[in-house]
């Protein structure tokens, strides 16, 4: 399948590498609207044509099949949405899909009208023992699901929002943990099912950002059980941890590393010390650096779900849930009040310019 770039920021080498090592895959073009971090970007590549809009690029490769957005994250509707009338190409989308819930809204139904398929990037649903805890998920081995955590302790200096302005604004970006916790987030949904209500505290401590650099919520899901998620960007001196805590009333399971690669814990009632080690034996996995393993094994699925009709792990919808369970936190932190789902955010001030929020 033929590949191209829309961005060529810091995550796009993780797309460039993954896309190599793919059997059925060419990365064929990519731009940027800097035009020197496209064109250092197709050398790396090597030597690729380069474009400064998305427009020059898929006016000269009407083979393009699918386009891979890693814009800023406030720019992925707009940039879906134009690109899926004007060209009809499949959307591979970078986390999180989009800040407001209309635009996620707005983007599934224009994929939809266009017979397009949008894949939202959650890399870590691959890492391998995240894959195994879903497997003991859906085999219901926890029993009565008690109790799910996430932590992301990661350090981010001033120095990282500074290097671009969108970083850290609320129009653009989010805080914590709407950048860096979404994959956590989403994790904790996917273990734990729906979501019901939430309430939360944020604050901005070490960072000079609109947006909060540390965040707590609590949410309660359906099923009844309760879900913590502590996040922030103010850990220093450096990066500690991204982890995933399940415990249900027949076992616990905690995966923890720089970005929920590693299995600590793998602890089931019913199930022998023997199997319970040979679990965190074989699925212990570190990462290079926190972004993980998984873009190579999530661009596959994609080509895997094209090629052969397949649903997608994680669609529009999919990746809608997470945009919802973020703003309810946001309008959780903002009025004080419990927040249930589902609702439209009036308070969130996720995804709007100053002037235009409430
Ligand atoms: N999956 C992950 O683990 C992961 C990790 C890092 C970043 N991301 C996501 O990837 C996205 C990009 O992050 P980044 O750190 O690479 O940002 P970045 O600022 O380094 O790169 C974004 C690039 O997009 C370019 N751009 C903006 N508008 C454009 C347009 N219309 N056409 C072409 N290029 C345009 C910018 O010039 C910039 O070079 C964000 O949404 C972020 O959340 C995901």
Known sequence: MKFALVGCGRISKKHIDAIKELKDAELIALCDTDINKAESQAQYAGNIPFYSSYDEMLKAHEDIEIVNILTPSGYHAANVIDIVKKYKKYIVVEKPMALRLQDADEMIRICDENAVRLFVVKQNRYNLPVQKLRQAVEKQEFGRMVMGTVRVRWCRPQAYYDQDPWRGTWELDGGVLTNQASHHIDLLEWMLGEPMSVMAKTCTFLADIETEDTGAAIIKFRSGAIGIVEATTATRPKDLEGSLTVMGEKGTVVIGGFAVNKMETWNFIDVSEEENARVLKDYAETPPNVYGFGHQRYLEHVIDCI????????????????????????????????????FNPRYSKLGYKEEDRL
């Open 307 to 342: 090629k052969n009709n397949k649903k997608a792990l994680v669609d529009g919808l999919e990746g809608r849930k997470s945009i919802e369970l973020i703003n309810a936190i946001y309008e959780s932190a903002e009025t004080g009040r419990e927040v249930f789902l589902h």
